[in-house]
């Protein structure tokens, strides 16, 4: 039964029987309700990669708005970016970054995309307590590109570098800056896009995937999309220099009228310099649209709350939020806090509903167990080895990084109706599975260092390890969003934490032995094997795909 089916079985009788499948009747009212570890995991796990005790613990001493306002205004410096870790002959040195010297050199481009790539997976397991890194990973799935497409590994890196930059900033000037960016430029043929041979690649994906969408109420023409890409020519990439320009006598000077859906509105043609302003007057008229609002919110929602959008909550959630989209002149900070500090999103109907990413199931697991990396500082070369390592698990999930499938981004996130439903298949889950039995039993080995989920360790930073009833409940208010029954819970903890026993002592002394005295292997293995066979039973069930 599907996660929203089984809470809307429970909903009280008094809902009317008409009343449509998945109906939402909360809105973005402020939150008034508890603030307890659930609802502050809860926030963690739709925000971050995953939500750390350490993490849980230092949000609950805020409020409610203290906490979204904290993710919502990162104070962390952005990361630093990423070096050269191969051993190709390049004028960079090894452990120098690469992103301030570009090449056209086939092969360096090629392994600096890895670099790129690495690098990536990196910077979201180090990410600070804010939305800056999911936020990022959202933005990239709306704009999607390939970086084997945009081939140069400086381009790749400087579009990645804009959507960090301006990922909490105005939505309007980031359509503006992505429209001139070297990399779109480089991927949808923009910087092929003349008077004398007009390219619609960017012009159609400017509209019906950017800013309006696809619907019934959009309906600009097959004719829109020619004008349009009327209007973009002229922005050229200069391939000596690498940096983008506008090119007065590659553009289209004529008039370009609309269509009825845009009120067929005039855009002037100019001449010289002042043709790069089309591209504002275009972008101008397209957000005179309400739907850009709109859509841009449905796509928010789908990826922080729910996937399925039904008619209450186009009402009572998209609708205001598009309001305060427009009224903000399209800054998108005020529509995330409106949202996260909603009662809505805070409704249990919205908790525990989500299945998890790749990368959202890969990065929150290594993240919430504490698994520790070689540091990128001083041992980049194995720090790089061990993030490619986890890449090419993303890679296996169906969620290779910087390479969607293509401009639309992975499907999980638009295509109807499965949306992510899409992540789990029988390819994909027992991958998963193996993923997580890996990191619990062998881990991954380079150079003599280890990446491993270290389940004593774990154990440990939890408040009451050695009563097996608090072990369970505390490991699950850490990694788990799905609730388990009291009777679940009692077989797990009698055969694995007391080994088929009937008695608590089973685990409490055998805990308490370690910790007396910790160098002796002997109970250092009892536990440890307990431990691990505990943890990967938890992820090994369907709930763990859950978020």
């Known amino acids: 039964m599907d996660r929203r089916d089984f809470l809307t079985a429970r909903k009280p009788k008094t809902i009317p029987a008409q009343a449509a499948r998945f109906r939402t009747y909360s809105g973005i009212n402020p939150y008034s309700g508890p603030w307890t570890r659930n609802e502050v995991q809860h926030l963690l796990k739709r925000t971050l990669f995953g939500s750390r005790k350490a993490d849980i613990d230092y949000f609950l001493t805020r409020t409610p708005d203290q906490a979204v306002d904290e993710l919502l205004n990162p104070t962390a410096p952005l990361p630093l970016p990423p ?45 600070d307590r804010s939305i800056r890194e ?43 800056n992505v429209t001139i960016d070297a990399g779109m430029l480089r991927y949808l043929n923009g910087y092929l896009n003349t008077n004398t041979a007009p390219d619609e690649n960017y012009a159609r994906e400017f509209q019906e995937l950017f800013t309006l969408g696809k619907g019934p109420s959009v309906a600009y023409t097959e004719d829109d999309v020619k004008k349009a890409a009327k209007i973009f020519t ?20 004529t008039s370009k009228q609309f269509s009825t859906y845009y009120n067929n509105t005039i855009i002037a043609g100019r001449t010289g310099a002042d043709g790069a302003l089309e591209t504002d007057d275009l972008i101008n008229m397209v957000f005179s649209k309400d739907e850009v609002s709109k859509y841009i919110c449905r796509s928010l929602y789908r ?35 409106a949202l996260f500090k909603s009662e809505h999103f805070f409704d249990i109907q919205n908790q525990g509903c989500h299945l998890k990413s790749p990368v959202d199931h890969v990065i929150s697991c290594l993240r919430e167990f504490g698994v520790v990396f070689p540091n990128d500082n001083t041992e980049y070369a194995d720090a790089y080895g061990m993030w490619n390592y986890i890449r090419n698990w993303l890679a296996n999930l169906n969620q290779d990084i910087g390479d969607p499938p ?34 619990i039993t062998n881990g991954y080995t380079r150079n003599g260092k280890k990446i491993l989920i270290n389940a004593v360790e774990f154990a440990k930073t939890l408040p009451n390890p050695s009563d097996p009833n608090a072990l369970i ?40 032995a370690y910790i007396a005295s910790p160098t002796d292997t002997a109970n250092y293995n009892i536990v440890n094997g307990r431990l691990k066979l505990f943890f990967q039973y938890l992820m090994n069930l369907s709930e763990y795909q859950l978020s």
């Open 83 to 127: 070096v050269n870790d191969y051993t190709t002959v390049d004028t960079v040195a090894p452990g120098a970054t690469w992103i301030n010297t570009p090449v056209s050199d086939g092969t360096l481009n090629s392994n600096r995309r890895a670099s790129f790539k690495k690098w990536w997976v990196g910077v979201m397991l180090n990410q």
């Open 134 to 176: 999911k936020l990022t990973l959202f933005w990239a799935d709306h704009f999607g590109t390939e970086t084997d497409t945009i081939g140069n590994a400086h381009y790749i890196y400087w579009h990645h570098a804009l959507l960090r930059q301006n990922c909490l900033g105005n939505f309007k000037q980031l359509i503006k």
């Open 234 to 253: 002229g922005w050229r990439i200069n391939g000596t220099t690498f940096t983008v320009f506008w090119d007065a006598s590659k553009h289209d000077t």
């Open 303 to 337: 990826w922080f709350v729910y996937y399925r959008i039904d008619a209450g909550t186009e009402t009572n959630v998209i609708a205001p939020l598009a309001q305060i989209f427009r009224a903000s002149n399209y800054d998108i900070k005020p529509v995330l806090a």
């Open 406 to 439: 293509n401009v639309s981004g992975w499907p999980a996130y638009y295509q109807e109706p499965q949306f992510h439903e899409l992540w789990i298949n029988a390819d994909t889950l027992p991958k998963r599975n193996q993923f997580t039995d890996t990191m």
């Open 473 to 512: 409940d505390d490991t699950l208010a850490v990694i788990y969003r799905f609730p388990l029954s009291a009777t679940t819970k009692q077989q797990i903890k009698e055969q694995i934490l007391l080994s088929n026993q009937a008695q608590d002592y089973y685990w409490t002394n055998a805990w308490n």
